[in-house]
Nanobody
Framework: QVQLVESGGGSVQAGGSLRLSCAASGYTPSIGYMGWFRQAPGKEREGVATISTGGGYTWYANSVEDRFTISQANAKNTVYLEMNSLKPEDTAMYYC???????????????????WGQGTQVTVSS
């Protein structure tokens, strides 16, 4: 089993920045990917960014590319999401998720992820 704990959410004005953190514990060698997803009220959950824990390869949603950066700590059991130039449409609950190792044709597909954190709220005001 893997446990995920997010931190770093909050409220910010448009154009501002936030940094989210996600710490994994438990059987972390089983993790192949760690990613961030978000869900706004009345909308479906969408993949934001993910990173392969082995090779450090990254994938981003088109809506956040060039504004968000996902990275991992050297120990590879903590991932970060640096969010810059935030927009009101980025307002959502952000969830950290972990997937077992393997190859996925759609790395940002939530169906690939086995473990989920409780979420942290990000609110961007105009």
């Amino acid at each position: 089993q893997v446990q995920l704990v997010e931190s770093g959410g909050g409220s910010v004005q448009a154009g501002g920045s936030l940094r989210l953190s996600c710490a994994a514990s438990g059987y972390t060698p089983s993790i192949g990917y760690m990613g961030w997803f978000r869900q706004a009220p009345g909308k479906e959950r969408e993949g934001v960014a993910t990173i392969s824990t082995g090779g450090g390869y990254t994938w981003y949603a088109n809506s956040v590319e060039d504004r968000f950066t996902i990275s991992q700590a050297n120990a590879k059991n903590t991932v970060y999401l640096e969010m810059n130039s935030l927009k009101p449409e980025d307002t959502a609950m952000y969830y950290c998720a972990a997937a077992r190792g393997g190859w996925y044709s759609l790395p940002l597909d939530a169906a690939n992820y086995n473990y989920w954190g409780q979420g942290t709220q990000v609110t961007v005001s105009s």
